[in-house]
C-alpha cells in the first residue's frame, strides 16, 4: 500500500516537474518519465530509511559473480518462451499500452525503466515483502507465491500481469535462496532492457513472434526451444551455486 501510495503521490509531483522542464511540447512522455524516476528514487530512500528493506554488501562479498551471470543468462532465456506462453492464451487488456510507449520512446524512460525500476522493485518486493513474509509463514513456497501475486497486481495492467507472476515466482525464489536481492536485480535489469531494446527494434505494438520470424512458425517454435535450452541449464546452475553470504561453498 504504501509502494501504490508513492506511485499515485509522485505521479502528480512528476507531472509538475514535468510541465516546468518542458521545452519541446511532448509533455506527456516526459511527465511520464519523471514520475517514474521520482517514484523509484522516493522508494529506494524510504524503504531504505525505515529499515523496511535491508541491503548488506555482504553477499557481494562473498563473490558469487557466477551466480549473477547465470542470472542474466536466465533472463535472455526467459523472453521468448515467455513471450510465446501470452500468445496463447486469450489477450488480456493492456491498459497502460499509451504510456508505455511514452516512456519507451526516449533514452530517458530506460533510466526509470531499465536501471530505476529494477532496483526499486527489488528493494520493496524482495527486500521488504517477500523478507518479511518469509519471517512469518512456515512454508517458503507460499510466501514466495504470495509476494508474486503482490508483485503483479502492482503492475495495475492485466497484460502484465501472467509474466510479473511467473518472474515473481523466479525472483523469490532467487532470493530465499540467496537472501539478498543482487541476484534478482540483476535478472530483472536484464529482462528490462530486453524489452526496451525489443521495443525500439519492433516498435508495432501489435507483433507478434510469428511477424519476426518471417511467418515461420517452424522459427518460432525452434527460437522457443533454444532459448529453452538457455533458460533450463541456467536455472540449473543457480540452484547449484546459490547460497547465502554465510553460506560454504559446496
Known amino acids: 500500500m504504501i509502494f501504490l501510495a508513492l506511485q499515485i503521490l509522485t505521479g502528480f509531483i512528476g507531472g509538475g516537474i514535468g510541465r516546468l522542464l518542458n521545452h519541446n511540447g511532448d509533455i506527456a512522455a516526459l511527465q511520464l518519465i519523471v514520475s517514474s524516476v521520482v517514484a523509484s528514487v522516493i522508494c529506494i530512500a524510504v524503504f531504505l530509511l525505515a529499515r523496511w528493506a535491508e541491503v548488506s554488501p555482504r553477499w557481494l562479498q562473498s563473490k558469487q559473480w557466477g551466480v549473477m551471470l547465470w542470472s542474466v543468462i536466465a533472463a535472455l532465456g526467459t523472453i521468448i518462451p515467455s513471450t510465446w506462453m501470452q500468445e496463447q492464451v486469450p489477450e488480456l487488456p493492456n491498459l497502460l499500452e499509451q504510456e508505455f510507449d511514452q516512456m519507451m520512446s526516449g533514452w530517458w524512460g530506460y533510466l526509470a525503466i531499465g536501471l530505476l525500476a529494477p532496483l526499486s522493485e527489488e528493494?520493496?518486493?524482495?527486500?521488504?515483502?517477500?523478507?518479511?513474509?518469509?519471517?512469518?509463514?512456515?512454508?517458503?513456497?507460499?510466501?514466495?507465491?504470495?509476494?508474486?501475486?503482490?508483485?503483479?497486481?502492482?503492475?495495475?495492467?492485466?497484460?502484465?500481469?501472467?509474466?510479473?507472476?511467473?518472474?515473481?515466482?523466479?525472483?523469490?525464489?532467487?532470493?530465499?535462496?540467496?537472501?539478498?536481492?543482487?541476484?534478482?536485480?540483476?535478472?530483472?535489469?536484464?529482462?528490462?532492457?530486453?524489452?526496451?531494446?525489443?521495443?525500439?527494434?519492433?516498435?508495432?505494438?501489435?507483433?507478434?513472434?510469428?511477424?519476426?520470424?518471417?511467418?515461420?512458425?517452424?522459427?518460432?517454435?525452434?527460437?522457443?526451444?533454444?532459448?529453452?535450452?538457455?533458460?533450463?541449464?541456467?536455472?540449473?546452475?543457480?540452484?547449484?551455486?546459490?547460497?547465502?553470504?554465510?553460506?560454504?561453498a559446496n
Open 123 to 248: 528493494i520493496v518486493f524482495r527486500g521488504a515483502v517477500l523478507r518479511s513474509l518469509l519471517a512469518a509463514q512456515k512454508k517458503p513456497i507460499t510466501a514466495i507465491a504470495i509476494s508474486a501475486l503482490l508483485f503483479s497486481l502492482v503492475h495495475l495492467n492485466p497484460a502484465q500481469m501472467p509474466h510479473a507472476f511467473l518472474v515473481g515466482l523466479l525472483l523469490g525464489w532467487m532470493y530465499w535462496r540467496t537472501g539478498s536481492i543482487v541476484p534478482a536485480v540483476a535478472y530483472h535489469w536484464t529482462n528490462n532492457s530486453v524489452a526496451y531494446i525489443i521495443y525500439h527494434a519492433y516498435p508495432d505494438p501489435n507483433i507478434h513472434l510469428n511477424d519476426i520470424f518471417k511467418g515461420s512458425s517452424l522459427n518460432v517454435a525452434l527460437a522457443v526451444v533454444f532459448s529453452l535450452l538457455i533458460l533450463l541449464p541456467a536455472l540449473y546452475q543457480l540452484h547449484l551455486w546459490m547460497r547465502h553470504a554465510d553460506e560454504k
